[in-house]
C-alpha cells in the first residue's frame, strides 16, 4: 500500500511538473504575443500621427486655396457690380431714402397747415382787387376778341395765309 501511495504521489508530482513546464510554455507564449502586440500597435500609431499630420497639411492646404478663391470670387463680385452698376444703384437707392426723409418732414403737418394758411391769406388778398382794374382788363379782352373777328375769323390775331394763285 505504500508502495501505491507512493507510485500516486509520484506521478502527482511528475504530473504537476508537466503542468508547471507547460504553464512556462504557456507564459513564454503570452510574452511573444503581448511583444507582437505592442509591435503593431506602435506600427498603428506611428501611421496613424503620420495621417493626422498628412490631414492638418492638406486641410492648410485646402484652407488656403478656399480663402484665394473666395478673395478671387469677391473681386470678381465687385468688378461684375461696378460694370452693372449695382453701386450706382444702391448710391442711388440711398438718396433717393435721403430725399424721402425731407419730403416726409416738409409735408408734416404742421408745415402745411402753415403753407395752406399763408396761400389762404395771399387767395383773399387777391379777391379784393378794386372793381375799376377788373373793369379795365375785360373792356381790353373785348376789343381783342373784336380785332380777331375782323381777320376773317382768325383767332389770336393771326393773319391769313397769303394767296398762291397771284
Known amino acids: ?19 508547471g513546464k507547460s504553464i512556462t510554455g504557456l507564459q513564454q507564449s503570452i510574452d511573444d ?16 500621427e503620420k495621417m ?10 485646402f ?3 478656399l480663402i484665394n478663391a473666395s478673395n478671387k470670387f469677391q473681386t470678381e463680385i465687385k468688378k461684375l457690380q461696378s460694370n452693372i452698376g449695382i453701386t450706382d444703384l444702391e448710391e ?11 419730403a416726409e418732414e416738409t409735408l408734416k403737418t404742421e408745415t402745411v ?5 399763408e396761400v389762404l391769406k395771399g387767395i383773399k388778398s387777391l379777391t379784393y382787387i378794386p372793381d375799376l382794374v377788373k373793369k379795365e382788363t375785360s ?3 373785348q376789343e381783342g376778341n373784336k380785332e380777331n373777328k375782323d381777320k376773317k375769323g382768325l383767332p389770336g390775331g393771326l393773319s391769313p395765309l397769303p394767296d398762291k394763285k397771284k
Not at 500500500?1 to 503542468?19: H, K, P
Not at 442711388?92 to 425731407?102: D, E, F, G, V, Y
Open 1 to 19: 500500500m505504500s508502495q501505491m501511495i507512493n507510485d500516486l504521489l509520484q506521478n502527482i508530482y511528475a504530473r504537476i511538473a508537466e503542468m
Open 33 to 48: 504575443v503581448n511583444q507582437n502586440l505592442d509591435t503593431k500597435i506602435q506600427k498603428v500609431v506611428g501611421t496613424i
Open 52 to 61: 493626422s499630420d498628412d490631414v492638418k497639411k492638406e486641410g492648410v492646404n
Open 63 to 65: 484652407e488656403k486655396i
Open 92 to 102: 442711388l437707392t440711398a438718396k433717393l431714402k435721403k430725399i424721402a426723409q425731407a
Open 113 to 117: 397747415d402753415v403753407l395752406l394758411d
Open 139 to 141: 373792356e381790353k379782352d
